[in-house]
């Protein structure tokens, strides 16, 4: 029988290969990016522990707190001789949070991938038409690093999961 951790670590993996279909796909950005978002939110909640489980499971902007905490955590494991400056990391992390439509509700923020907003000159967005910034921005020096390392820990799991 699964542990809640394994079972958010196998759906991470899972809405990981979705993510790498839609972001080669000539599908809207705002596909990925919802895969994007639920990935990493999975991969967050799967080593996330002694949180209660009714707060784990409604939950939704655990990225920014948890990942760059993971992803440093792998790269000390790795070795590796450098860090890698985490400042843009984290903004891209908090920028990954927003995403979902709950985190926006408060209007600091209205765009998300799922659900169409009033845009600053009033008219109604479309998230399957909006180009949303952080699609470059994950072609970015930090943008790569997440998605590696985040790839890394999503595909080798045991690492962290107890």
């Not at 394994?6 to 979705?18: I, T």
């Not at 972001?23 to 209660?52: R, T």
């Not at 169409?116 to 949303?132: H, M």
């Amino acid at each position: 029988m699964a542990t809640w951790s394994e079972a958010f670590a196998v759906q991470a993996a899972s809405d990981l290969d979705v993510y790498e279909r839609l972001a080669q796909s000539p599908l809207p950005q705002s596909h990925s990016l919802h895969y994007l978002q639920m990935w990493l939110e999975k991969l967050c909640k799967a080593y996330v522990h002694g949180v209660n489980l009714d707060v784990l499971k409604t939950t939704h902007n655990v990225v920014a707190k948890v990942l760059p905490r993971l992803i440093n955590m792998h790269w000390r494991r790795l070795g590796l001789a450098r860090q890698p400056d985490m400042t843009e990391l984290r903004a891209l992390c908090r920028e990954i949070d927003l995403l979902h439509p709950q985190v926006n509700d408060d209007n600091r923020r209205p765009e998300n991938v799922e659900y169409p907003w009033v845009g600053s000159a009033g008219d109604v967005e479309i998230p399957a038409e909006w180009k949303f910034p952080l699609t470059h921005r994950l072609y970015s020096n930090a943008g790569r690093m997440l998605l590696k390392a985040s790839s890394q820990l999503t595909r080798n799991p045991a690492v962290f999961i107890r």
